[in-house]
């Protein structure tokens, strides 16, 4: 049986689901707390700095892969190399990290879907900051709540990614981008009328250098991977769809304008809000959840406030987890003969399945004693291990893959097919051999705690 691989019916529909799958909860939820924390525009300006110059090449670099191959992660790595089980290791390891950012990613996407119901309860009527606080706290120790939103969000999910990339990806993709650019729009237009939107525009534009330390230089590196969804195998899959027409370069780096543009305005629609009610911008992960509901309960139109932003965040959230559970399904596709439909439900049930712990972090019913041991609930080691050390290190082979192991003629030709810019190719591939695997490794070396980088500022 010989096996369909499915394309793009047009570049809309590639834009819309690569950029789904760029822009998520990292670009809504992520980057303006971790903005906060780092002092804001310093960190925002290398944010940007990073997202071009390492981010965008590694990007395209997946992109080059995938159409060059036609197939997803594992077998790209392992045809390319002439069959070497170690290069095919480095795709094992591109899905089981998917299987678990899936596992993970899906229990906070589980959440949004509760807090879009619980907006249009509009629960925080009647309650103070306290008490709002508290209702996330209810959540997040609920074993049985967050089991039912985790496994409600992976069905939706399931329900996508089941029709396959034309009439599941790319359909909902056209549909969940639009409403999700349609909602941010109204959004960021209501923050424009607060009295706290000049304070965020200097926080988020002006740059205090004496603010930043190595450890922020190096979270901005990791915020630029994570939002780009590099080192995965994800881009490589959806690389694969592509037609030889299509310009890699130009569509690659549009993705990346679209998701820093998100990242700003959704900072700008955040910190308006905190500005205005004098909340400090570095609030931390409860900044959405724990935050901005108090605010809402004080504003006209909070229900619709509320319920358009949570939605945001799920629509976001579902485009982000579709390329997830995509990247695992395709590599089953590859790999064993069977029907989409029973790899995307067997991908499905194992998620469940592997996310049960994250579901129950909260109420520690399962793993009781995980945090005294390994320093971190299940749900934050799963995050930290897969942010931290599984995406730069998967990014880091596969510039090594790009850079060095294939017959640099491969990708110096198929960036140049469908552009007109093949002049880009040659400083294209220099980053990626030499500039991309330095950077990346100076992340690696430093989570590893060989060197400290930070004693390089400090005098
Ligand atoms: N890029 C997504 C975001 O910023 O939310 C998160 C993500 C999706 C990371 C897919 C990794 C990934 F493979």
Redesign the pocket.
Known sequence: MSKIHEHWTSRLGFIMATAG???????????PYVAGENGGGAFVLLYLFFTFIIGLPVFIGELVLGRYSQKSALLTYYELSNNSPNWKGLGWLNVF??LL??SY?SVVAGWCLSYVVMSLNKFYVGLDAEAIKQVFNTLYTSPGINLFWFGLFLLINMGIVFSGVRKGIEHWSKILMPALFVSLMALFCYALTLPGFSKAVAFTFVPDFTKLNASSVLNALGMAF???????G?IVTYGSYMNKKDNIPYNGTLIAFM?VLVSLISALTIFPIVFSFGFPPEAGPGLVFQTLPVLFAKLPASILLSTLFFSLLFF??LT??I??LE?IVANMLDLFEMKRETATIIATILTFVVGIPSALSGSDILFPTWKAIYGKNFFDTVNYL??SWF?PFGGLLVTLFLGWRLNKEIPLQEFGLGTKTQYLAKPWFFMLRWVVPVAVGIIIIQETGLFNFAHLFKK
């Open positions: 799958s760029a822009i998520g909860l990292g670009s809504l939820w992520r980057f990290s998917c950012i899936l990613y994570f939002s780009l969804s590099v080192g995965l994800i998701t976001a959230a982000s987890t390329s997830l990247t897969t942010a995406m």
